[in-house]
Each structure stands twice: as C-alpha cells, then as structure tokens.
C-alpha cells in the first residue's frame, strides 16, 4: 500500500508542475501580445504626429491646432512634451523683511 501512496503523490506533484508550466507559458503570450498591440498603437500615433509636422511645415494647420494636437499625442504615448509652454517661475517675497 505504501507504493501507491508514493505514486499517488508523484502525479499530484507532476500535475502541479505542468500547471505551473501551462500558467508560465500563458503569461509569457499574453505579455507578448500586450506588448504588440502596443507597439502597433505607438508606431500609429507617430504616424500621425510625422503627418501632423508636415501640415505644419506647409502651413496647412494653425499654430494653436499644432500645439493642442502635439499634446494630445504626447499624452497618448505617455510622455511630457519637451517643447510645450511653461509658466514662468513665480518669484516669492523672502520670509524676512530686510531692515
């Protein structure tokens, strides 16, 4: 009795191990086809970003169109654009008063 018992348990342990592996494998496509998709969305959108240069270097497109659209494609590639308007720094009055 004492054998089947230890055969018992050696294809419980190999079922664990090749779920193991079936779970591994699936993870591993699944980020292989997230990553995929999202290369195709990036390679999409700086499509649209070298068509939208080109409207402006024609002059086919306003500045401010220009902007607004560079940002939103910025933000869809998740990045900050480098060339965007910033505020300039506010200058604060020191804490203590000279005198």
Excluded: W
Excluded at 3 to 28: C, F, I, M
């Amino acid at each position: 009795m004492g054998r089947s018992g230890e055969s018992a348990g050696k294809r419980r342990v190999t079922a664990l191990r090749n779920e193991r592996r079936a779970a591994k494998t699936e993870r591993r496509q699944q980020r292989q086809n997230t990553n995929a998709t999202a290369e195709a969305d990036d390679a999409e959108t700086m499509a649209k970003f070298h068509e939208l240069n080109q409207l402006h270097s024609v002059g086919a497109i306003s500045e401010a169109d220009y902007q607004r659209q560079r940002a939103e494609i910025f933000r869809a590639l998740g990045l900050e654009d480098p060339f965007a308007p910033t505020e300039p720094p506010t200058v604060s009055e020191p804490d203590d008063p000279e005198g």
